[in-house]
């Protein structure tokens, strides 16, 4: 069971290599499209540099941008001879029947291939056929057409499972948090997740309500912390008296402690009030 980050924002993927659970990410034309227009391998390269330096050399989906199969095998060999020193480089190549030639072919270069844009249990089975190393699953666009996702994703998982399929199942096209429940639930060996949903995969109102209780029962059961040098109110109460008494000249105001001239500098903290006592300057609080 796997999380991969769908996206092909720098920030967005970054943030989620720090945290460490990202098992893979995946990119596509359209989420390209959503970036700074600059080269297309310059930012492929800025995405593998990400995982480098996070120690993190995990699968990364780039999918080829045209509809021509000649030209897919063309693109995929490119982007080997780019991005080939990369180990977990996948060449994603969307389903069809000229798709399943560009696949083999692929696949006998010995280029990992991520078979995408498959929306029935038929598609996902010619797929993993041909070769695929993943066949993605698009969850919420079969649901757009009427058909239940997670049956779908229960019978791909099935028949795999029974027959030892080696092709491991992505489930993309997130809509819902609840998308990733029901299809990891249903057998998706991985789910392509948007980032705007990591943050509230980890939400929960009542573990906030749990992590301010215990932070707050601590608070009041624990004496309070007191700065180096910080003195009892009591002993600041009598140091002043008898700082003044020393002194005829100098007046003493209960309540308000004060000092005309410097005779001592201090800081008193009782958790409640908190005087400072400074050298030639009259001071007080409360």
Known sequence: ????????????IEEALRRGFPAGITTNPSLMSKEDRTDFKLHIKRIIKLCERYDRRI??????????PKAMVKQATEFVAEFGEYEGLNVKVPIGWDELAVIRELKTRGIRVNCTCCMSFNQAIMASAAGAD?????????????????????????????????SEIIVGSIRHICDINDAF?????????????????????????????????????SPPVRR???????????????????????????????VRSGIFMFEADNGRKLWHYKSSQRTGGN
Not at 134 to 140: I, Q, T
């Open 1 to 12: 069971m796997k999380i991969f980050v769908d996206s092909a924002n720098l920030v967005e």
């Open 59 to 68: 699968p990364l989906s780039v999918e080829v941008f045209t509809a021509d």
């Open 134 to 166: 993943f066949v993605s699953l698009f969850y919420g666009r079969i649901r757009d057409i009427g058909y239940d996702a997670r049956s779908v994703v229960e019978s791909v998982h099935r028949v795999f499972k029974e027959r030892s399929v080696p």
């Open 185 to 221: 639930m249903a057998g998706a060996d991985i789910v392509t997740v948007p980032p705007q949903f990591f943050r509230q995969m980890v939400s929960h109102p009542k573990t906030d309500e749990a992590e301010n209780q215990f932070l707050n029962d601590f608070k009041k059961w």
């Open 228 to 258: 180096a040098g910080a003195v009892t109110e009591r002993f600041a109460r009598a140091h002043v008296v008898r700082s003044v008494a020393s002194s005829r000249a100098l007046p003493t105001i209960f309540g308000n402690y004060s």
